[in-house]
């Protein structure tokens, strides 16, 4: 492998801003701000929207459209003659 090309892969704490929820993983994302984790260590801290703590699919939290609705609207509209 040529040297110096390659990006610095290192540990990175990753912060999901809606729930406060925190993840230790590696990462190539560049960041200057930093965090003490549980283990004592001081990493790189890399601030993220929605994470699996926040995603509405993973939480459960999904919004169902009422498609039933739609369906008898357009027949309503529409009508089968």
Do not use: C
Not at 7 to 16: A, E, K, L, S, T
Not at 33 to 60: C, M, Q, R
Request: aromatic share 14%; no cysteine.
């Amino acid at each position: 492998m040529k040297k110096d090309i390659h990006p610095n892969y290192r540990q990175v704490v990753f912060q999901d801003l809606s729930s406060d929820f925190k993840f230790l993983s590696r990462s190539t994302a560049q960041t200057s701000e930093t965090i003490v984790w549980e283990d004592g260590n001081t990493y790189p801290v890399l601030k993220v929207e929605v994470s699996s703590a926040s995603h509405p699919f993973y939480t459960g939290k999904k919004v169902f459209i009422a498609a039933a609705g739609r369906v008898e609207k357009f027949n309503r509209k529409y009508g089968k003659n």
